[in-house]
């Protein structure tokens, strides 16, 4: 499973004249931080997007690339004096390997805590062999 | 108004003035920003966003995933302490990681208001992912008006 920055692609990171970002607006968004771990099913993948409630968060797969797109709908009160995390949205993508299987995808969100389900497609499922004695 | 002692607040300045920079030669994020690392940043952690009126100061920590039951807010001549601990996931074992982001452990978080507030009716809630505490700045703290007399 890889990772997706913006000018990550084909797209040499000297060139940042021409690159063009996953996404176009012209917004800044935060990065959420992830945990991945394997299990015997699939992968999960769990990311902190505190202030999210489940409306706010646009999650999807496309050509391989799973992307995590969550609205900030939480405005900073007008009489700010100390600002050290900055309500903006949270976006993110992955590329996702074959051994996925894109349509098993879940996700749950608790307390501002994503987590997402990418189970492993049937073949790529560990089996034991069994041994048959005569 | 609000001193919260960093040692690394001066790196942090210097920090957060690359970022500025690099943010204006690649407005749409380039180089991503990531947040939410306690024990492993000299950032505070949680995060917290302040805000006051006339009435009250209200601070949101931004700390998703956490037992609210492992929070300890409170409040002792005018410093504000939030406590607690972001726990591991359950069951997974560290060869099973791809990537580890989130780091855990315990923290502990101080902040020394300037002000007296109302210790007996600070209020905190915690809701996705925020924790909010509402602290009613104390009588003594709001303005009063005095009136002239004129003789």
């Known amino acids: 499973m890889a990772e997706n920055t913006v000018n990550s692609g084909n797209v040499p990171a000297r060139s940042e004249q021409t690159l063009t970002p996953a996404t176009r607006e012209r917004s800044r968004f935060l990065s959420p931080a992830v945990d991945i771990y394997e299990e015997a099913e699939g992968l999960v993948v769990v990311a902190d997007v505190p202030g999210l409630t489940r409306d706010d968060l646009d999650i999807n797969v496309e050509d391989k690339v799973l992307t995590l797109h969550g609205k900030m709908a939480a405005k900073s009160e007008a009489s700010l004096i100390s600002e050290e995390f900055e309500l903006v949205d949270y976006f993110r993508q992955f590329t996702l390997s074959d051994r996925v299987d894109t349509s098993k995808i879940s996700a749950t969100l608790d307390q501002g805590v994503l987590t997402l389900k990418l189970p492993k497609v049937e073949h790529a499922k560990p089996k034991r062999i069994e041994i048959k004695t005569r | ?151």
């Open chain 2, 1 to 151: 108004m609000y001193a919260n002692w960093n040692p690394f607040g001066e790196l942090d300045l210097l920090r957060q003035g690359i970022d500025d920079l690099f943010a204006n030669i690649w407005p749409t994020g380039y180089g991503r920003r990531s947040v939410f690392l306690p024990g492993r940043s000299a950032r505070g952690y949680p995060l917290l966003n302040i805000a006051a009126d006339d009435d009250e100061v209200i601070v949101n920590a931004f700390a998703p995933g956490l037992d609210p039951k492992s929070l300890e807010v409170s409040v002792e001549r005018n410093v504000l302490t939030i406590a607690g601990e972001k726990k591991p996931l359950p069951g997974v074992k560290p060869e099973q990681y791809h990537r580890n982001e989130r780091a855990t452990g315990k923290f502990i978080r101080k902040l020394q208001l300037d002000l007296e507030v109302d210790e007996e009716k600070v209020q905190a809630h915690y809701e996705n992912g925020i924790l909010t505490i509402v602290l009613p700045k104390s009588e003594v703290a709001l303005p009063r008006k005095i009136d002239i007399l004129v003789k």
